[in-house]
């Protein structure tokens, strides 16, 4: 693809770095509560207790939201399943309209090779996207239709999810008639981008370590 003009990169670098501010008021926020509980040094064996919280402890009978919702557990799990393994697809795709990358064809073919490649590319992708897709709308209809979840979910979150969806889409677009869907899905994405680290939307990225200091904590406190 050519060189992104002017206003593609301006948009990136913007993003960038307001992404990069939200990233790091979150670790300083992260850091001064992880230094007040102090829980790591009085962890036994904290590698094992990690592994545990990231495989046995997802299981919904150990899961606690899953034994008071196992059916809303199973979307949100979907959703976050399918977008951790979508996510390397849409970057790489992200870099490539930005000139990093020449391919992103290319780029998957020579990391996991043809084969591997023309699944991710193929039905797998599909498939994830369609998960996405569903699991998003049946949250956002929640929203709406359960009062307990309208009254704790902000004016973001109900403008930033039919957002994620139309990225979703346009990335997916993009990949298939680059020339008329590459910049909206790079521009759209540039904003979410800057968005994240300031909205719920963080938890996608930081799904696994949450989780892993849930682990640690449950280990001591029991909960």
């Known amino acids: 693809m050519e060189n992104p003009g002017f206003w593609l990169n301006g948009t990136f670098f913007f993003s960038l770095t307001v992404f990069s501010l939200g990233w790091l008021l979150r670790y300083l926020k992260w850091s001064r509560f992880a230094k007040a509980e102090n829980v790591f040094p009085r962890v036994k064996n904290p590698k094992k207790t990690i592994l545990e919280a990231l495989t046995i402890d997802l299981l919904p009978m150990k899961e606690y939201s ?3 919702d196992p059916i809303f557990y199973l979307i949100g799990l979907s959703m976050h399943l399918a977008f951790f393994f979508l996510f390397p697809l849409y970057l790489i795709k992200y870099l490539e309209i930005l000139g990093f990358i020449s391919s992103t064809d290319s780029f998957f073919s ?12 193929g039905l797998l992708k599909d498939v994830l996207l369609a998960v996405l897709t569903i699991s998003l709308s049946i949250m956002y209809a929640r929203k709406f239709l359960l009062s307990k979840v309208k009254e704790i979910s902000g004016l973001g979150d109900f403008l930033a ?9 346009l990335g997916y677009l993009s990949m298939t008639w680059e020339a008329v869907y590459s910049e909206p899905y790079f521009f ?3 904003i979410f981008m800057a968005y994240v680290p300031y909205s719920k939307f963080s938890h996608f990225l930081t799904f696994f370590i949450v989780r892993a200091y849930r682990g640690l904590r449950k280990s001591i406190y029991g909960v």
């Open 161 to 169: 999810i039919p957002f994620l969806l139309i990225i979703a889409v």
């Open 110 to 121: 020579g990391f996991m090779g043809t084969s591997l490649k023309n699944l991710y590319f």
């Open 66 to 68: 899953a034994q008071l």
């Open 188 to 190: 759209l994405t540039s």
